[in-house]
């Protein structure tokens, strides 16, 4: 496959140009896509991009067909993904389902924007549940949330690596404002960061004779007869889901050693978070800041750490919906008896100075 | 040969082209507040189809307060407009119609120049220039070959802006590198180069005799939008 | 007397035999033909059989193919998804009639007018058979089904969905489209081979309807089951090539 990048450099763009680049460089044969704002940039430069380093992109009918077109490309062995956002995201629930139940090695992005319904095209924190939870199974799903272009970078070389060794779906979870924000970052290639691709390889379609008696035919399932024979499945991947977790969990903490407040909050969100700690902190005021990176799994161990070794009073959670990451965090870390104070802006943006006057008052 | 001319014509008609997040509307803003200044009744025209929802339109309001007429859908008017491929504003079409100078801020897409067909008027305006403006961070656009490339691709260009920067990791020699190569291309398509734009914040490293064609500091404005 | 075993195709994988459809089902008809040009066009080892949900998820191990399961109406984009993906592979997509022409439909529609090259098979047996013989799009006027009880009413709910018809029309000429039936064998097993050897000749799309049989639901004996194919549904829906890249087609 022919290098994308030759040398590292630094490059000004917007999230989704950066996304199709990350593609790119992670090795991703096709793409599958259906319009819908705002990740329509990520087609759009993957079109442009794909022919000269010999990818292909295909324009399906809905974001149902995307999600299952990208099911059959990953089985043939081809590294496949796709993006989409807000309704969409709710339509590619059901192919999502199928990567779950099959194992495949499925990648998403997902530029969130207002909900419910088709809500506002332009951002929100709300696709949060949808993403770690969708779909009529038990969420065997890696989410990965970024905050900067270097992370949506990062990630999606990462989100590819993660999806083709351990075969659970896996999503890169952006938002609107990501999407169309611009800002520096360092592209590069991975094999210079010492990152080795997963290699792929087919599920079905593999080499060999199954006339010539070489092997036996694949017959791939995701129906089962009995309840038990299920049951045995579902187990058998929480099991394995559950013993990958800690390898997979990761999250950003600062500041937290002597913290009474916490302020928990993810994604772009994060970055006004992170600026209003350090506000805080000047002002005198303990404060700290906790980030999960992979929404799913959560980093609970590492937060209960954080609350522990802090003695916080309180956690406050911050995000642009009405209690999403707040029911996640909340569940996530039963037991533990700090307050939960909360500032929900659904659909809007948090700037620090939202995070310094709700800290402000509640301490 | 790069012709920087400071006489203002008597109708100043301009339209900004470019890669996605190349500068456009920052460099539009910036031409028309600068044709403001100078007393000049100015219109700047907000001609993004593709994505219309995310550009000119959350810092419309403070621009008219400058004394600009904008023609773009404010925030409060552009209900769904975003899932909508291509919207023009009506006011937009006759835009060159209108008195005084018109700046025009073309979106990124395949189309490139061609967006203009939609101007009544435009092809056969005597006033008219395309500047295409070049960021030489941008991927699109960070070789002699692909500037060119890009270029071919736009159409129309009667002249170039070079606009190369990092955001606020710009350094003098990123801007150094990507002038020269943008230059370079510039000679070598015998397209003008107007000038350089240089965020003002870096007033006091950019020396006018290190380059050969005149530096612009600019302000920005767009940043003051979350995106 | 020696026992005399039913000729098997080579395609076809053993240990899922005997087959699990109703008897007097016609699935099983529609499956011998696949085998026997499967082994006649020597593709066994390069075909990928992807199946929908409804009794035509019966023959997920129905052939020593590589093979995978889908969604509800789903096999014709999982179908589409391998074939972009490797194109050297030879993809058959099976389904009913409410997996291609209801739940489905908006793929087969999309996948025809891309011409995608894949070849997509459809079993029309008028009603759904797994979920307890519900109304189809395929259910003919006045017929009942658990959900037309008092006979499918076209006023209420329209006229039967003629597939092929629709296909051939959004199809270029290189597609290939055509109707046939359980009670036509050797046409039945012709129109497959070229369905599948436009495929494999890279020209384009292939959709075959198979009319067939659902005693079952139907609650027919053998003669009435018969008499149902060959009086009612073909009258309904002409057999036929309604696009051949190879000659005039047959009517």
């Known amino acids: 496959m022919q290098k994308v990048i030759t040398e590292t450099k630094k490059a000004f763009m917007t999230g989704n140009e950066t996304?199709?680049?990350?593609?790119?460089?992670?090795?991703?044969?096709?793409?599958?896509?259906?319009?819908?704002?705002?990740q329509n940039e990520i087609m759009h430069y993957w079109t442009r991009l794909a022919p000269q380093y010999d990818r292909s992109f295909l324009q399906t009918e809905d974001e149902i067909s995307a999600g299952f077109t990208v099911c059959g490309a990953v089985q043939s062995?081809?590294?496949?993904?796709?993006?989409?956002?807000?309704?969409?995201?709710?339509?590619?629930?059901?192919?999502?389902?199928?990567?779950?139940?099959?194992?495949?090695?499925?990648?998403?992005?997902?530029?969130?924007?207002?909900?419910?319904?088709?809500?506002?095209?332009?951002?929100?924190?709300?696709?949060?549940?949808?993403?770690?939870?969708?779909?009529?199974?038990?969420?065997?799903?890696?989410?990965?949330?970024?905050?900067?272009?270097?992370?949506?970078?990062?990630?999606?070389?990462?989100?590819?690596?993660?999806?083709?060794?351990?075969?659970?779906?896996?999503?890169?979870?952006?938002?609107?404002?990501?999407?169309?924000?611009?800002?520096?970052?360092?592209?590069?290639?991975?094999?210079?960061?010492?990152?080795?691709?997963?290699?792929?390889?087919?599920?079905?379609?593999?080499?060999?004779?199954?006339?010539?008696?070489?092997?036996?035919?694949?017959h791939l399932c995701n129906i089962y007869s009995l309840e038990e024979e299920l049951y045995e499945v579902v187990m058998k991947y929480s099991a394995e889901f559950e013993a990958i977790s800690p390898e997979l969990v990761e999250y950003e903490e600062k500041s937290c050693d002597d913290a009474e407040i916490i302020v928990v909050s993810h994604g772009v969100v994060s970055r006004a978070a992170d600026d209003a700690v350090k506000a805080l902190r000047a002002q005198g005021i303990k404060v700290g800041y906790f980030r999960p990176i992979t929404l799913r799994p959560y980093p609970q161990k590492q937060l209960r750490e954080a609350i522990a070794k802090s003695g916080a009073k309180k956690l406050l959670v911050a995000e642009s919906a009405y209690g999403q990451l707040y029911r996640l965090t909340r569940q996530e870390i039963y037991g533990e008896t700090v307050n939960i104070e909360t500032l929900f802006m659904p659909g809007v943006g948090i700037v620090d100075y939202d995070i310094i006057n709700k800290v402000k008052s509640i301490l | 040969m790069f012709a920087f001319s400071p006489e203002i014509p008597a109708?100043?008609?301009?339209?900004?082209?470019?890669?996605?997040?190349?500068?456009?509307?920052?460099?539009?803003?910036?031409?028309?507040?600068?044709?403001?200044?100078?007393?000049?009744?100015?219109?700047?025209?907000?001609?993004?189809?593709?994505?219309?929802?995310?550009?000119?339109?959350?810092?419309?309001?403070?621009?008219?307060?400058?004394?600009?007429?904008?023609?773009?859908?404010?925030?409060?008017?552009?209900?769904?407009?975003?899932?909508?491929?291509?919207?023009?504003?009506?006011?937009?079409?006759?835009?060159?119609?209108?008195?005084?100078?018109?700046?025009?801020?073309?979106?990124?897409?395949?189309?490139?120049?061609?967006?203009?067909?939609?101007v009544e008027g435009a092809n056969e305006s005597a006033e008219l220039r395309v500047i295409a403006v070049i960021n030489y961070t941008r991927p699109m656009t960070d070789s002699p070959e692909r500037i060119t490339e890009y270029i071919s691709q736009l159409g129309r260009v009667d002249a170039i802006v070079a606009n190369t920067h990092l955001g606020n990791q710009t350094t003098t020699d990123i801007i150094k590198k990507g002038t020269q190569e943008i230059l370079a291309v510039a000679r070598k398509l015998n397209i003008p180069v107007d000038y350089l734009a240089v965020d003002e914040n870096m007033r006091d490293l950019i020396e006018q005799e290190e380059f050969e064609v005149p530096v612009k500091f600019i302000h920005r404005y767009m940043p003051q939008a979350l995106w | 007397m020696e026992n005399v075993a039913p000729a098997t195709p080579k395609s076809w994988y053993l240990p899922s035999k005997p087959h699990k459809f109703c008897p007097g089902c016609g699935h099983g008809i529609v499956l011998k033909a696949l085998g026997e040009v499967i082994d006649e066009l020597e593709i066994q080892d390069k075909t990928i059989f992807g199946c929908d949900i409804g009794c035509s998820l019966l023959s997920w191990?129905?052939?020593?193919?590589?093979?995978?399961?889908?969604?509800?109406?789903?096999?014709?984009?999982?179908?589409?998804?391998?074939?972009?993906?490797?194109?050297?592979?030879?993809?058959?997509?099976?389904?009913?009639?409410?997996?291609?022409?209801?739940?489905?439909?908006?793929?087969?529609?999309?996948?025809?007018?891309?011409?995608?090259?894949?070849?997509?098979?459809?079993?029309?047996?008028?009603?759904?058979?797994?979920?307890?013989?519900?109304?189809?799009?395929?259910?003919?006027?006045?017929?009942?089904?658990?959900?037309?009880?008092?006979?499918?009413?076209?006023?209420?709910?329209?006229?039967?969905?003629?597939?092929?018809?629709?296909?051939?029309?959004?199809?270029?000429?290189?597609?290939?489209?055509?109707?046939?039936?359980?009670?036509?064998?050797?046409?039945?097993?012709?129109?497959?081979?070229?369905?599948?050897?436009?495929?494999?000749?890279?020209?384009?799309?292939?959709?075959?309807?198979?009319?067939?049989?659902?005693?079952?639901?139907?609650?027919?004996?053998?003669?009435?089951?018969?008499?149902?194919?060959?009086?009612?549904?073909?009258?309904?829906?002409?057999?036929?090539?309604?696009?051949?890249?190879?000659?005039?087609?047959?009517?």
């Open chain 1, 19 to 38: 996304a199709a680049w990350a593609a790119l460089v992670s090795g991703a044969d096709v793409m599958f896509g259906y319009p819908i704002t705002p």
């Open chain 1, 77 to 218: 062995g081809k590294k496949a993904f796709t993006a989409t956002a807000g309704p969409g995201n709710v339509l590619m629930q059901e192919p999502f389902g199928m990567a779950e139940g099959m194992r495949l090695p499925l990648v998403a992005i997902i530029q969130q924007r207002g909900g419910p319904s088709s809500g506002t095209v332009v951002y929100s924190q709300q696709e949060v549940t949808l993403t770690t939870f969708g779909g009529n199974g038990e969420g065997y799903r890696i989410v990965y949330s970024t905050s900067t272009h270097q992370e949506i970078y990062d990630y999606i070389i990462k989100g590819f690596n993660t999806a083709w060794k351990y075969r659970f779906p896996t999503f890169i979870l952006g938002d609107g404002y990501q999407a169309k924000m611009r800002e520096p970052l360092e592209m590069y290639d991975p094999a210079e960061r010492g990152i080795k691709m997963v290699d792929t390889y087919p599920l079905i379609g593999l080499e060999g004779s199954i006339a010539a008696s070489q092997r036996d035919p694949q």
């Open chain 2, 11 to 118: 109708k100043v008609v301009e339209a900004y082209v470019g890669e996605y997040a190349s500068g456009k509307s920052e460099l539009s803003i910036n031409r028309a507040l600068d044709l403001k200044i100078q007393g000049r009744v100015v219109t700047l025209v907000d001609l993004d189809t593709v994505e219309p929802f995310y550009t000119l339109r959350p810092i419309k309001k403070m621009l008219e307060e400058k004394g600009l007429t904008v023609i773009g859908y404010s925030r409060e008017n552009s209900f769904g407009l975003g899932e909508t491929g291509a919207m023009l504003n009506p006011a937009a079409r006759w835009a060159l119609w209108r008195e005084g100078d018109i700046i025009l801020d073309i979106g990124y897409g395949v189309f490139g120049a061609q967006t203009l067909n939609l």
């Open chain 3, 61 to 251: 191990d129905f052939f020593a193919c590589d093979s995978t399961q889908t969604h509800h109406g789903r096999t014709t984009p999982v179908m589409v998804g391998i074939k972009r993906a490797r194109p050297e592979l030879i993809t058959v997509g099976y389904m009913g009639d409410g997996g291609g022409y209801s739940i489905g439909s908006q793929h087969l529609l999309n996948a025809a007018v891309r011409n995608e090259k894949v070849t997509l098979i459809l079993v029309n047996n008028t009603n759904y058979g797994m979920t307890g013989g519900q109304m189809a799009p395929t259910t003919l006027p006045g017929q009942k089904t658990e959900t037309s009880p008092f006979g499918r009413d076209p006023e209420l709910t329209g006229y039967p969905t003629k597939g092929p018809e629709f296909v051939a029309q959004l199809t270029p000429d290189n597609a290939y489209v055509a109707r046939a039936t359980v009670s036509k064998y050797k046409q039945l097993k012709r129109f497959l081979r070229n369905a599948l050897r436009n495929q494999i000749e890279g020209n384009g799309f292939s959709f075959v309807e198979v009319l067939s049989t659902c005693p079952t639901n139907w609650r027919t004996n053998a003669q009435q089951t018969w008499h149902f194919l060959e009086d009612e549904m073909e009258k309904y829906f002409p057999v036929g090539e309604l696009k051949s890249p190879f000659g005039k087609g047959e009517k």
